[in-house]
């Protein structure tokens, strides 16, 4: 599945690319006035191959949850049980991401790849992953490659084989929601201690400093920080891994949620459907799914910027400018979800802005 989805990520058409951006300089606005979105638009145009490309809607969320290893090296205060209680406040409506998806309009949908601790949720409420979104009400699917990493301080986190399938249950996920109707996916994540392997991933395929890439995730103190940063540089010392080979990139550092977000990505890029990404865990997969498939770029679009400092280091390496920044930290999809009107009217204004022809406007 990896390599047939890989084969299938083109690069954007450039007769819709430039299409668009003479559209846009026929719009009754000064060019170039809509600053970043007319760019998006472009982009957009030629992820669809053509113009205008469709408006990115419904929106679907996935929020890929797991647990860590790394958890026992202290990087964070929170029990790892809280990854199970949030995927228990997801599912019944109460998070964050929740109100947020509400007010987008968009369905959520939370896999357990990687969780190691009973998730609080009737029966019912699961649902296998081959099963369709419904809307409303957030659905959990349950592909739990194993119950957490294993911790990367002392050994690698993933298998070559538990990364993969990590990374395929992403793919299938994306053409889960694409083929139930979803225009555009929009990246999620829960995992108590996931920022640390997303410093160690960023780290991996920058090629820079552990200090560089880790932030304090949840709000830590100083000496669990310096703590986070020694734990980081040390896997990456101890594993050495190979940007040039990202499967043991995301096996050596990675979690089985970052593993699965590259895979939600190459999955809507072999679709040539947008994915919107959320925080510091979506653009750490992003590296992995760029170093699988260079195109899968053009289906990226950077929702916000992250506080975490490694944040800022992958939408750099990744050529991508985020939409809004609000000083952020969250994850679950909350930046992603904020930033996707912007994304939407990005599109409408090619369906819908008169030209100066048909207006009757006369131009300068």
């Not at 509400?102 to 009973?118: F, H, I, K, W, Y």
């Not at 750490?284 to 506080?307: C, F, I, K, N, T």
């Not at 939409?323 to 979800?337: K, P, V």
Request: glycine content about 12%; charged content about 15%.
């Amino acid at each position: 599945m990896l390599e047939t989805t890989i084969a299938a990520i083109r690069p954007p058409d450039e007769p819709a690319m430039v299409a668009a951006r003479e559209l846009q300089g026929r719009l009754t606005k000064p060019a170039g006035s809509l600053g970043a979105l007319e760019e998006l638009s472009v982009r957009l145009a030629g992820l669809a191959g053509h113009c205008p490309p469709p408006l990115p809607e419904p929106a679907a969320v996935a929020i890929f949850a797991g647990d860590h290893g790394v958890h026992a090296q202290g990087v964070t205060p929170w029990p790892q049980e809280v990854t199970a209680q949030m995927i228990g406040n997801f599912l019944a409506g109460g998070a964050v991401v929740n109100a947020f998806a509400r007010q987008a309009g968009a369905s959520v949908t939370v896999v357990d790849v990687g969780v190691a601790t009973p998730i609080p949720v009737a029966a019912p409420g699961e649902e296998g992953a081959g099963a369709p979104p419904t809307r409303g009400a957030p659905r959990l699917v349950a592909a739990n490659v194993r119950p957490g990493t294993r911790d990367l301080a002392v050994t690698a986190a993933l298998t070559r084989d538990e990364a993969r399938a990590a990374v395929e249950t992403g793919i299938r996920v994306a053409d889960e929601l694409i083929d139930a109707g979803a225009g555009i996916l929009l990246t999620g994540d829960m995992g108590i201690g996931n920022t640390t392997p997303a410093a160690a991933l960023i780290a991996a395929f920058a090629g820079i400093d552990p200090a560089e890439t880790t932030g304090r995730g949840t709000g830590v103190d100083d000496p669990t920080y310096a703590r986070k940063v020694d734990v980081v540089r040390a896997a990456l010392r101890r594993h050495a891994p190979d940007p040039a080979d990202p499967l043991g990139v995301l096996a050596a550092v990675g979690g089985l949620e970052h593993a699965a977000l590259a895979g939600l990505i190459l999955g809507a890029a072999a679709r040539r459907t947008p994915v919107l990404l959320d925080g510091v865990i979506a653009v750490a997969a992003a590296l992995a799914a760029a170093a699988l498939a260079p195109h899968a770029v053009a289906a990226m679009v950077a929702g916000h910027r992250s506080a975490e400092p490694g944040a800022t280091v992958a939408l750099r390496r990744l050529g991508l400018e985020p939409l809004i920044d609000l000083g952020l930290r969250l994850g679950e999809g909350t930046g992603a979800l904020l930033a996707l009107p912007v994304v939407t009217g990005a599109v409408r204004v090619l369906h819908e802005v008169a030209t100066f022809d048909s207006a009757g406007v006369a131009e300068k």
